[in-house]
């Protein structure tokens, strides 16, 4: 698999990583036995990049993936995140105490001493301008506790004030042929200032598989059920705020552009090929989906043809929905 540079760390991932959500959850329900194979899979393909985060089943992602790596020799480049314990959810919850403890707690999770990366996950958007945070996450690079840190955002604008503060090693967002945004201003931004760029929700939480129609449904505890309207978190994370019919409908249009690609794996090498991307982070439920996810890796880039054909259905059907709520 291709490897980039992950922006300052001095690490170098596959353009294919995992993201973990699942394996915490809010996706329905992942056993034990089933996230150990999801686990395995990825890194058998040559994933060497882990997305998780403190809150992922409030530890268990993290957790689960210390016990897979426990067994093995190759260990990838884990990136976690941190913020979203805070309670209540206010920017004044972001105190030097507070994120040590959340990054004590993730090293413990880990079974690590040293977290290869911290990113801010999508806190409230004060933070991102609050210099006393960066100078505590300074410290706990300076400690050793960290290697690096970077952010999570869900706003182009915040990713933009995050990349004045020169400690920030990578941004991670929302990018997919239905969340376009990121590509006018903060992918060119990030890559003048050699910050690597994650990109998160590739799939719009599965409907860039083409696997969905209008009578799909989904269980009780999955976001993709609960969260339609932001009722819980940011909108944007769930189908990236496309409204569900809106989306299944341009979903097929996507299929037929890729033609005899699998759907998913023409959307995810959509997004390994933007410029300034380090790496997408699809999650995986199951071993098929890893390996329908690292395909991508494998695929030529898009002609200009299909390029110009999906930029024409963003514009047609997806952008009056997201483009300048992010």
Not at 117 to 145: E, I, K, M, N
Not at 222 to 250: I, K, L, M, Q, Y
Request: proline share 5%; charged share 25%.
């Amino acid at each position: 698999m291709e490897q980039r540079p992950l922006g300052r760390t001095g690490a170098e991932v596959g353009v294919v990583g995992l993201g973990t959500w699942q394996l915490g959850g809010d996706w329905g329900d992942v056993p034990e036995d089933a996230a150990a194979e999801v686990l395995d899979a990825a890194l058998d393909a040559g994933v060497t990049l882990l997305d998780t985060a403190d809150v992922y089943g409030d530890g268990r992602s993290e957790v689960r993936i210390r016990k897979a790596l426990a067994a093995r020799s190759d260990r990838p480049f884990v990136a976690t995140k941190a913020g979203r314990r805070a309670d209540p959810f206010e920017a004044e919850q972001y105190t030097p105490e507070n994120l040590r403890a959340w990054i004590d707690r993730s090293r413990r999770n880990l079974g690590v001493e040293t977290l290869d990366l911290v990113q801010l996950h999508c806190p409230p958007t004060a933070v991102y301008s609050d210099q006393r945070v960066y100078d505590a996450l300074d410290s706990f690079v300076d400690d050793g506790s960290i290697a690096a840190y970077g952010v999570s955002v869900e706003t182009v604008a915040e990713g933009l004030t995050a990349l004045q503060h020169p400690g920030v090693v990578s941004i991670q967002l929302v990018l997919n042929i239905f969340r376009r945004k990121p590509l006018e201003e903060l992918l060119p931004a990030a890559a003048r200032a050699g910050v690597g760029v994650l990109a998160r929700v590739p799939l719009a939480s599965g409907l860039l598989t083409g696997k969905y129609d209008e009578s799909t449904t989904f269980a009780a505890d999955d976001h993709r059920n609960f969260n339609r309207g932001g009722e819980a978190f940011d909108v944007g994370e769930t189908f990236a705020g496309v409204p569900f019919e809106v989306g299944v409908a341009a979903a097929r249009e996507v299929a037929a552009i890729a033609r005899d690609v699998d759907t998913g794996a023409f959307a995810l090498r959509w997004v390994i090929d933007q410029p300034g991307v380090t790496a997408v982070i699809p999650g995986a439920r199951n071993v098929e989906q890893v390996r329908g996810n690292v395909a991508a890796a494998a695929l030529p880039p898009l002609t200009d043809t299909e390029l110009a054909d999906l930029e024409r259905l963003y514009d047609e059907r997806i952008r009056a929905h997201v483009h300048d709520r992010w």
